[in-house]
Nanobody, 119 residues
Framework: QVQLVESGGGSAQAGGSLRLSCAASGTAFSINYVAWYRQAPDTERELVARITAGGTTNYADSVKGRFTISGDNSKNTVYLEMSYLKPEDTGVYYC?????????????WGQGTQVTVFS
């Protein structure tokens, strides 16, 4: 089992910045990739950014050039640096990890953290 805990959400003015963290913990696990998703009210959850164990990253077109995903293997933590925030970035941000644990590969979700951007 892998547990994911997000932190760093909050409120910011448009044009501002926030940094989200996703800390993974558990027993004998290996992360394949970690992704950040977000969900605004009455919308479907959408992929924001993803980073593989090898460091390959990809981003939604809507956040390219503004958001940066990175990882610290020593801390089992993935970060999402969000800059030049827009009101449409508002939503609950979820951390998702694809990991190997106890011989199984599966996805895990964090509890989510709220991000609110006001103009």
């Amino acid at each position: 089992q892998v547990q994911l805990v997000e932190s760093g959400g909050g409120s910011a003015q448009a044009g501002g910045s926030l940094r989200l963290s996703c800390a993974a913990s558990g027993t004998a696990f290996s992360i394949n990739y970690v992704a950040w998703y977000r969900q605004a009210p009455d919308t479907e959850r959408e992929l924001v950014a993803r980073i593989t164990a090898g460091g390959t990253t990809n981003y939604a077109d809507s956040v390219k050039g503004r958001f940066t995903i990175s990882g610290d293997n020593s801390k089992n933590t993935v970060y999402l640096e969000m800059s030049y925030l827009k009101p449409e970035d508002t939503g609950v941000y979820y951390c998702n990890a694809n990991a190997d644990s106890s011989g199984l590969t599966r996805g895990y979700w964090g509890q989510g953290t709220q991000v609110t951007v006001f103009s």
